[in-house]
């Protein structure tokens, strides 16, 4: 049985993520700590004791989303001699999946998904923005229905995350008018989202441009497992080719339903997800019933999965 490992995106985080795996592994505490030292951050202190609204900045929940995914991984490494035959995330998720692979370190990738998050914040400016979530209508009507309310503001598909969840993303006007027409053309609901920018979008070019600039300065070595991207849903073990898609990525919409679907067609059954909550799980179900679909979020998640897995 083929199995791919998961990794989910911002929106995950909660207040005491990672908790149990902090408690028992004093180096993962001094990690963060020199995380938070050297870019004068609080991802600590954020995921430990919160508030919500510290550890939704996104320069903060980006690195805490990926130390949690990988500290799920390595409880699961530790107890199961299971590799996977891909490896993919959502969005922020892919750094996660090229940790996985080999391709980045654990510490290039919080540093480069902190600098993200920075650039994301900062490349917003003061352009009135909106993301929402369009429910119940499949992805090609979603496309549509943007392209025509672009005539109110840039507003575009940017999260295709089932077949009948699709996020929209842009100015705020553009957004709103695109949630009219779904609506009236029959969208069960249009969810807003509190972001911090027009993610995935070419109004946080710039973010892209400073993202470029800085996984420049860093090694990304060849992988061991093949990353399925978000930007084409294709897979690569080949640092540099991983690197510039993932330049490509933060301007571009994230393939999820695609993504899985490669995986499900070349052989995978299984999919296991590494990280806080189960957000990935409950896509993948919308995408495929048939396939199995566990998570890892907290350590005794590894207990359950000793009986379907030994």
């Known amino acids: 049985m083929k199995t791919a490992f998961i990794f989910p995106g911002q929106g995950a985080q909660y207040v005491g993520m990672a908790a149990d795996y902090l408690a028992e592994d004093p180096a993962l505490v001094t990690l963060l700590e020199s995380f938070d030292s050297k870019h004068q951050s609080a991802v600590l202190a954020a995921i430990s004791e919160g508030p919500d609204d510290l550890?939704?900045?996104t320069q903060i929940t980006q690195p805490a989303i990926l130390f949690h995914s990988v500290c799920a991984l390595k409880a699961f490494e530790q107890r199961f001699a299971l590799k996977p035959d891909f490896v993919a995330g959502h969005s922020l998720g892919e750094f996660s999946a090229l940790v996985a692979s080999g391709i980045l370190s654990l510490e290039d990738a919080m540093h480069l998904v902190n600098k993200r998050g920075e650039f994301m914040m900062k490349a917003v400016g003061d352009i009135p923005f909106a993301m929402a979530a369009v429910i119940g209508l499949d992805s090609n009507a979603v496309s549509e229905i943007c392209t025509e309310a672009s005539a109110m503001g840039l507003v575009q598909a940017v999260n295709y995350n089932t077949p009948i969840q699709t996020v929209i993303s842009g100015t705020d006007s553009g957004v709103a008018k695109a949630g009219e027409l779904a609506k009236a053309r029959g969208a069960k609901r249009v969810l807003p989202l509190v972001v911090g920018g027009p993610f995935h979008t070419p109004l946080i070019a710039k973010a892209a441009d400073w993202?470029?600039?800085e996984m420049a300065q860093t090694t990304f070595a060849a992988g061991k497992i093949?990353?399925?991207?978000n930007y084409d849903a294709l897979p690569t073990m080949d640092g540099n080719a991983a690197r510039e898609k993932l330049g490509k990525q933060i301007i571009s919409a994230v393939r999820w339903v695609d993504s899985v679907r490669y995986m499900i067609e070349h052989g995978v059954k299984r999919f296991i997800e590494f990280g806080p909550q189960k957000v990935l799980s409950g896509m993948i179900k919308n995408?495929?019933?048939e396939?199995?679909?566990y998570s890892v979020d907290r350590k005794v998640d590894l207990v359950d999965l000793e009986q379907v897995l030994s």
């Open 55 to 57: 550890l939704k900045q």
């Open 211 to 213: 993202l470029i600039a």
């Open 226 to 229: 093949p990353v399925v991207s």
């Open 287 to 289: 995408i495929d019933k």
């Open 291 to 293: 396939v199995l679909v």
